[in-house]
């Protein structure tokens, strides 16, 4: 069986010894960026190994882009290779945040063209409230090989083709982050406060009941089609803060059946790097700021 959207603890414990399945950690915190790689360390899933958000899947920040551009797909494609990622590898990712990181390399590998993909559901919680246990062992070395990717561009949108898509009306675009960042009230981490005009806000935590696991696909279903409305799935277009959590709302998307919508990856943090696009603070459109 292959999963592409979410396995349980129990289902991914019985996999444990397949050679042609691959578990990657994805822990990793905003503030202390080597906090993911340390917990790692000190106590992961057997056979996992690691991928660092901001080493792995990221590439540097440049002029003009936002905290977390998507890494340059060779660079990441011989990552995956190094591991022993092929055609029949069921790759899956973990965090210790129900999600919001190990969404990225999802993302990721369904942009390079590769569908068995999944994310633990729950995260580590989820496998630990299991009575799953952890090791410090590092995983043997899978057989290196060639990862071709096989670029899908669809579920991906840039700053300008957003404009456009807004300025034509014809897209939903949701924002993921919390309501007092969208609102403007609060901006821990941007040097600008607001949303992008016209985004409705979802923010990550509303994919999850109080156990940290998704909620049932139909109420996901539900939920997001009222936010939707009369666009298709594929008009939607999720952002966030630099292109990352927002891969959770796909996600969440995608396991309710809402397949193949996009992302626009550079996401807040690209968007304010040109004064001249539209912004929203506390329901107000400014059309240039300092």
Known sequence: MNYNTLISATDLHAQLNNPDWLIVDCRFQLQQTE????????????????????????????????RHPLPDYRVLSQKLGALGVNVNTQVVAYDDASGLFAARLWWLLRYLGHERVAVLNGGLRAWLQQGLTLTTQLPTPKTACIFRPY????????????????????????????????????????????HIPYAHNRPTSCNLDRNGLF????????EFSYLLGA???????????????ACHNVLAMEYAGLRNSQLYAGSWSEWIT?????????????????
């Not at 040109?274 to 459109?285: G, L």
């Open 274 to 290: 040109d004064k001249n696009r539209q912004i929203v603070v506390n329901h107000t459109i400014i059309n240039s700021y300092a």
């Open 151 to 194: 670029l899908n561009p669809q579920p991906l949108i840039s700053a300008t083709e957003l404009q456009n898509r807004i300025a034509q009306k014809k897209t939903c675009l949701i924002d993921a982050r919390a309501a007092e960042r969208y609102a403007g009230h609060s901006e821990p981490i941007d040097p600008v406060a607001g």
């Open 231 to 245: 666009v298709n799935p594929e008009q939607t277009v999720h952002y966030c803060g630099s292109g990352v959590t």
């Open 35 to 66: 906090v993911g790689a340390y917990a790692y360390r000190h106590g992961h899933i057997p056979y996992a190994v690691y991928m660092h958000l901001e080493q792995d899947l990221s590439s540097p920040v440049k002029a003009g882009t936002g």
């Open 215 to 222: 909620l049932p696909a139909n109420q996901l279903k539900a």
